[in-house]
């Protein structure tokens, strides 16, 4: 995974994505809506937002000689951004050694006194208010002492970072200046596969880029791979090293993405596999920074993971899908409500959950104080839990989506989990399971992820407190696919156990 966003003489672009980032916050634009022709102006407290009102599909052949009209009115609010950071660089240890010194003296300075050197890295960002608001990434401003927009028509302003969002890749800048153009804010949610969208930025510093594909999927989640919270729109519109925090845009011309990242296969270079993030949560990430000075999101309190369909046969569901919990914190919006570890959460206030992304992003864009109306599975029957959500600190566990992978239990050993090894595993006292002691490196647990350590804490919803429970519970299994409850560092998971 690569962060396209960022170049540099510091810049790497790998399958490792350098930073963690996020996706939506809770909250709505909570300001007043001023009529426009064609438009909603939402405004915020400092910021007013043009919104489209007309999204409907336009047809391919009222675009003959290409989409020029479209892209050539978003062009002056598409910007270039560079940005200066200050690093801190140690000394050569050589330099150290008293052989050196008796021929050099003290002239290198000494290795304990790190250096100072600049980092500049170049992304892009969008004007959306009049007045020089511009959205971009997180990462492309991250840390950064200076910042410098560059506009189409040549001008350089100096920025202020007005906030930041690393758990959504989101950042608000400002310029002085007035009278800017701005883009139309689209509805992201309207984003349908196959739909014809064109991606704007600044690509390796060399200026204004447009490039053209399409919408390859909606929803996208990468198990927290790029960002805390993903929902991404998907792309094969070429977007490369410097586009982060450009525009996606759609037929009409309207924001409807913003450029953070790329699948680069090692190579660096766009593979026609991208991911911008919604406006409609961008949206909401700025309106709260400018509102509040931070983001503020809804708080569950659970570890879930995704429901494949061994898990979903294991679990008595007829399918796969909604988000399994795998557990819950102590004295948590989700503990005080009565969701248990084992339930699967079907659907939130009405709505189908797709899996542990779906669900994550759902919970953050719900205020504190929300109360959040919950179908679960528990136990062969569906039943409804409401939850009044707290805030989300970041401080507790919170939502993770943690796949489960499915093992087999041949070559794994295990033994009696005593207080001593729930000390030495940063465990409670009070824990009860047996702890795996080995696991044969050819076995297919081994390939799974089982490890020295994991403690299993329960068989097919039973839990076992001793080897002997343990045997008699996997005894009883036969050769059928087995259920267990794994804690390892003190978080719990479930694992569908298939023999080989």
Do not use: C
């Amino acid at each position: 995974m690569s962060v396209p966003g960022s170049t540099g003489r510091k810049g790497a672009y790998g399958w490792v994505l350098l930073i963690g980032v996020a996706l939506v916050a809770g909250g709505l634009v909570r300001a007043g809506i001023i009529r426009v022709p064609g438009h909603d102006v939402l405004g915020a407290n400092k910021v007013i937002l043009k919104i489209a009102k007309d999204t409907t599909p336009i047809a391919l052949g009222n675009f003959k000689n290409g989409f020029s009209s479209v892209i050539d009115p978003v062009l002056p609010a598409v910007v270039n951004i560079s940005s200066t950071k200050i690093v801190k660089q140690q000394q050569m240890q050589g330099f150290a050694d008293p052989f050196f010194r008796q021929f050099f003296g003290n002239q290198f300075p000494s290795p304990q006194t790190p250096q100072t050197e600049r980092e500049y890295s170049l992304g892009s960002g969008v004007i959306v208010n009049p007045d020089g608001y511009i959205l971009t990434n997180n990462h492309v401003v991250a840390g950064a002492s200076d910042v410098e927009v560059f506009t189409q028509d040549r001008k350089k302003y100096k920025a202020k970072i007005i906030g930041t969002d690393p758990r959504t890749d989101i950042a608000v800048l400002k310029i002085d200046a007035t009278g800017l153009p701005i883009l139309t804010l689209g509805d992201s949610s309207k984003l349908k596969v196959g739909d014809l969208v064109f991606a704007i930025g600044d690509p390796f510093g060399i200026g204004e880029t447009a490039t053209t594909g399409i919408v390859s999927a909606i929803g996208r989640g990468l198990g927290g791979a790029i960002e805390r919270y993903e929902n991404f729109i998907q792309t094969d519109a070429a977007i490369n090293p410097g586009n982060s925090g450009g525009a996606l845009i759609d037929l009409h011309g309207n924001l409807i993405g913003i450029n953070t990242a790329i699948i680069s296969g090692g190579g660096g270079g766009n593979q026609g596999i991208g991911f911008a993030i919604p406006i409609n949560m961008a949206r909401n990430v700025m309106d709260q920074i400018v509102d509040h000075g931070k983001v503020i999101r809804g708080f569950l309190g659970v570890t879930i993971q995704a429901v494949n369909p061994d898990m979903a046969k294991a679990f008595g569901l007829a399918q796969g899908g909604g988000a399994l919990v795998g557990d819950v914190e102590p004295n948590s919006p989700a503990s005080k409500a009565g969701v248990q570890r084992g339930d699967v959460i079907l659907e939130l206030n009405g709505q189908k959950v797709n899996g542990p992304d779906d669900l994550s992003v759902r919970i953050a864009e719900l205020a504190p104080g929300t109360v959040a109306h919950l179908k679960v599975f528990r136990n062969g029957q569906s039943r409804n839990i409401d939850v009044t959500l707290g805030e989300n600190t970041g401080k507790g566990q919170g939502l993770q989506g943690s796949e489960a992978a499915a093992a087999a239990l041949k070559g794994v050993q295990v033994q009696n989990l005593t207080r001593a090894l729930a000390q030495q595993l940063g465990l409670p006292a009070s824990s009860t399971g047996v702890v795996v002691t080995e696991v044969d490196s050819s076995s297919a647990a081994a390939a799974a992820g089982i490890q020295q350590g994991d403690v299993i804490e329960e068989v097919n919803r039973k839990p076992v407190r001793n080897v002997n429970q343990y045997e008699q519970a996997i005894a009883g299994a036969g050769n059928q696919p087995v259920l267990l409850l794994v804690s390892r560092g003190g978080v719990t998971h479930f694992i569908v156990v298939a023999p080989q």
